[in-house]
């Protein structure tokens, strides 16, 4: 079920298992000022979501942020034909059968009326063999002060429901009360420098919350808490 977090934007959550983790996943919907609703990283979409987002606006934008973050879009389209469906720019060599209808390409700042994002490059994660880019976009609120996140940043901590087994392992990867990537992205960045250019963008933009789709939502603070998250993971100063 979607709840409100501010005005104009709502969150859902849903279980999801990576590796056999069940870190959860997280979409954020957006009404923007002409009532239509971008859908960012959806969930997986059923009867009460539909309901509920048709009571909010018209369902218009549903994105797919990065190269992970895809499985449930092709369902979002097929209720929302009419929605755009944009992706992170290389998901359509990745998932060529996707409905894809925009590809989300440059650093312009402009997006969506009321909504700003960047492509975050550098990040990469480690996937059984292979080092894989996330190829990344972020977006930004500005009436709400909100960084929208997808894997560019964990944060679990207490109020996260985790077995046990999960929270040691995500104390070894380095995302428990932190607001970072983990030790998987650690041992697959090859260029620091692009990461930490990509974080300082981020950090220019005047946020107090962030939501990221793994994890507890950080309300307060969260510049700071990024801030410091990606410096003890790029070990500089930003
Ligand atoms: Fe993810």
Redesign the pocket.
């Given at each position: 079920m979607l709840r409100e977090i501010d005005t104009n934007i709502w969150v859902a959550e849903q279980p999801l298992r990576?590796f056999g983790l069940n870190v959860g996943?997280r979409m954020t919907v957006i009404r923007l000022a002409n009532k239509e609703l971008a859908v960012i990283c959806p969930i997986q979409v059923d009867d009460p979501i539909t309901l509920q987002l048709n009571e909010l606006g018209h369902v218009s934008h549903i994105i797919a942020p990065n190269l992970?973050?895809y499985l449930f879009v092709s369902e979002f389209k097929k209720v929302y034909p009419e929605a755009i469906l944009w992706a992170a720019p290389g998901l359509e060599l990745k998932k060529p059968e996707l409905p894809i209808d925009r590809i989300i390409t440059s650093n312009e700042r402009n997006f969506l009326d009321g909504i700003e994002y960047l492509l975050f490059e550098g990040l990469k994660t480690f996937v059984l063999t292979e080092f894989a880019s996330f190829n990344e976009c972020v977006f930004f609120h500005p009436a709400t002060r909100t960084l929208i996140l997808?894997?560019a940043a964990y944060h679990f901590d207490e109020s996260f429901p985790l077995p046990l087994t999960v929270q040691l392992m995500m104390r070894v990867l380095g995302s428990y009360r932190n607001l970072s990537p983990s030790f998987l992205e650690k041992v697959a960045i090859k260029d620091k420098e692009k990461v930490r250019q990509s974080v300082q963008k981020v950090l220019a933009w005047d946020f107090e919350r962030v939501i990221m789709?793994?994890g507890t939502i950080v309300e307060k603070d969260a510049q700071q808490k990024l801030r410091a998250g990606y410096e003890s993971f790029l070990g500089v100063s930003l």
């Open positions: 990576y996943t992970f973050h997808t894997d789709a793994h």
